[in-house]
């Protein structure tokens, strides 16, 4: 197969965790034969320094003519500690989504074996935790009406769905369930939001084209502690933008840490590959960062293309390296390796097997080394 693949790798960890992401796919091209050609395009606080514009035209062009769009992350200290800054790298990730319609974020989340052990939770109730989180990305309060009165003392931001934003991406939930555990759960605060009795109201009803599926609804305030509690319970949980975003930052948690959890962004006509997590400013430069949630997105992108071989090889080069340690310090706090080596580990694993990569840097099984 050959794929035209945007690469905005922006800002932060962005650069060198989708440098890993990118190895990992030249090793599956390489071994299954396919061709991706990559265009690399600025975003965020880079594409502000370079151009004043956190996406430039020249940018959604690139993403626009592409098959597939491979994103890192964006954001700066210098921005997120200046709240009166009027141009934000955010802005940029936002229009993007919003530009392209890719109004459904899956956010999957499972539990490794090797990890379980060193999780902050207990082991019984992590072990089995296997849910995907369906978030809505295009609409809800980060893309409503802000204002800001003129002597800067009240500011708004507005909430708002449409029918038609809910549909869509409830279909899409609906039928993950299906061929998944067959439970969904809404979560929302219909209580007390407006737009979260649209929300029930518009699932109720979608729900019964899919009667095998059962339904089930959460406040978000309890959603945030049954997650940690009883993660297992879930098995597709859908959600508005703003409550998805903060719930697959706890969720995180539970698999070890946030540089393990992948998504893809999918919209009717362009899709985009991006970990759930940030520019980690602080780790930028230090070849610290966990790579493996962009090398998983890549995966997410693989099975887009319905390259399933391919992407089932990914994600056993991600578990051989959890389970060998072959880990950044996030998950691997004694003998930790770098973003480039887990990267290089993954290649080896790969194109031939974990001796490669040991062979090739001198490293005894079991022997203590920090590359
Ligand atoms: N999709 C995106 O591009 C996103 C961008 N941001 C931006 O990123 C910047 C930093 O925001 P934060 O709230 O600090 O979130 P963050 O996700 O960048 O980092 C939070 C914490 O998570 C851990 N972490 C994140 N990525 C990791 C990785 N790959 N490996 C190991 N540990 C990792 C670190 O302990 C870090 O301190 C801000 O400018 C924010 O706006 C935040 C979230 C998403
Ligand atoms: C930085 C925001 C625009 C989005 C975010 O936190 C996310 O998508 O996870
Ligand atoms: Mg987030």
Known sequence: MKLKIAVLSGDGIGPEVTQQAIKVLNAIADKYNHTFEYEKAVVGAIAIDETGNPLPDETLKICADSNAILFGAIGDPKYDNNPSAKVRPEQGLLKLRKSLGLFANIRPLNTYDSLIHKSNLKEEVIKGTDFVIYRELTSGIYFGEKKLSEDGTIASDLCTYTAEEIDRISHLAFKAAQVR???????????????????????????????????????????????????TQFDVILTENMFGDILSDEASVISGSIGLLASASIGKHAAMFEPIHGSYPQAKGKNIANPLAAVLSAAMLLDHFELYDEAENVRSAVEKSI??????????STNHFSTTNVGNFLRDFILDDENTFYNKNNIDLGQSTII
């Open 323 to 332: 389970e060998l340690n072959i880990s950044t310090p996030d998950l691997n």
């Open 181 to 231: 555990r067959k439970k969904l759960t809404l979560v929302d605060k219909a209580n007390v939001l407006e737009s979260s009795r649209l929300w029930r109201k518009r699932v109720t009803e979608i729900s019964k084209e899919y009667s095998d599926v059962k339904l089930e609804f959460l406040f978000v305030d309890n959603a945030a502690m049954q997650i940690i509690l009883n993660p």
